[in-house]
């Protein structure tokens, strides 16, 4: 009796265990994680923080963005960051653009009546007014670079399958939001695509109708397909339950959200009294999430393979609640490092906490598994 030949060719194990272990990460801790960037840059207006949040930022969504259609739009995020810090430029100049006494040059003044008064349009322009509206301009685009990195490694239709019972009623409309600006990356790659093949692309164009248009209709379109999709199969079907638990139900919800909407504007804003930011967020979590508990004992709905929150999911949320918490405390103890004088003129310092804080914001690049790739 003979033997059969041994196979020597090439084991594939390495490659399957790879496969094994590639997941994408949950929606929520992408945000969580984007959302504590964000809350960090809001805290400082120095260029060389802002500049280091930006690049950690960047990184982490090179290393950890997947093959999906808005997955690739994180440069469209970039341009929109370029057009805001110049459009805040152009107001500075052509608005009081004289701050301080190193004036740079002057504009042609336009001469306003009376009633106009203590509104200059024009004149001297100086080195601390450009500077003041490059710092606030690149601190706002910072921020939307930030909210950008989570639409672009997070999924919104999974983000969606954890929104709780209680909002049922307004996940059609959440869906019209959470999608639309995915939807509207993806819309205007295939519209280039499209007129990169009927050769349009160094023709002479009409951007607002050819280009704008078609983007902005198909992107809503498709977000609204999606959402009848969703109310079609019964997305939102609700068990009967008294009129007052109802009602208790909306207030608590409406409440705590309104509770959380103040308590982020306080974090945010540091020149709002303490009682509007930490307790009053807390207020509101607690208050809204009673309402998410009550409310979903009235929805009756299943999850078909819920998405996983493992150690992966806890250590990328707990990297941004660490970013912001340093910030928001440094901003606290010493807020004359995060916030560079302008007068007298000095040169931005680089803190040492801070810029610990804020490299530590890249750990999700290692820490999130590596996501699943054709």
């Known amino acids: 009796m003979q033997l059969a030949p041994e196979r020597t060719g090439p084991v594939a194990q390495p490659s399957a265990r790879v496969r094994r272990t590639a997941r994408d990460l949950h929606p929520g801790a992408w945000w969580i994680w984007a959302l504590g ?22 990184f982490v969504v090179s290393a950890r963005r997947t093959e999906a259609p808005w997955a690739k739009g994180f440069k469209a995020y970039l341009w929109f960051g370029l057009i805001i810090i110049g459009t805040r430029l152009a107001f500075r100049l052509l608005l ?87 939807q509207l990356v993806e819309s205007a790659q295939r519209i280039r695509k499209a007129r990169r093949l009927r050769g349009e692309l160094g023709r002479r164009t009409h951007f607002f109708a050819e280009v704008l248009v078609p983007v902005m209709t198909d992107a809503l379109d498709r977000s609204l397909l999606l959402a009848a999709a969703m109310d079609s199969r019964g997305y939102g079907r609700t068990a009967h339950v008294p009129q007052r638990t109802r009602r208790l139900t909306g207030t608590l919800v409406l409440a705590g959200l309104i509770g959380v909407c103040i308590g ?95 490299l530590l914001g890249a750990l999700p690049a290692w820490i999130a598994p590596p996501p699943v790739r054709s």
């Open 264 to 358: 982020i504007y306080g974090l945010l804003d540091g020149s709002s009294p303490w009682t509007l930011g930490v307790p009053m967020l807390a207020v509101g979590l607690l208050a809204a999430g009673i309402g998410f508990f009550i409310g979903g004992q009235r929805v009756q709905r299943t999850r078909y393979r819920p998405d996983p929150w493992l150690l992966a999911e806890w250590g990328v949320s707990a990297i941004g609640i660490l970013v912001a918490t340093t910030m928001f405390a440094a901003a606290v103890r010493n807020p004359t490092s995060l916030n560079p004088s302008l007068q007298p003129l000095q040169w931005p310092a680089l803190p040492l906490l801070p810029t610990l804080a804020i």
């Open 96 to 182: 009081d653009g004289q701050y301080g006494a190193h004036v740079l040059f002057r504009l042609p003044e336009l001469e306003l009546p009376s009633v106009a008064a203590g509104v200059r349009i024009g004149g001297a322009v100086s080195l601390e007014g450009l500077l003041a509206a490059f710092y606030d301009g690149l601190r706002l685009a910072t921020l939307l670079i930030c909210l950008g990195a989570a639409n672009v490694l997070a999924n919104p239709k999974r983000l969606l399958k954890s929104v709780p019972g209680a909002l049922h009623e307004v996940g059609v409309a959440l869906t019209v939001a959470l999608t639309m600006a995915p």
């Open 37 to 58: 960037m964000a809350t960090a840059a809001s805290r400082t207006t120095n260029p060389l923080l802002l500049g280091l949040i930006l690049a950690v930022v960047a």
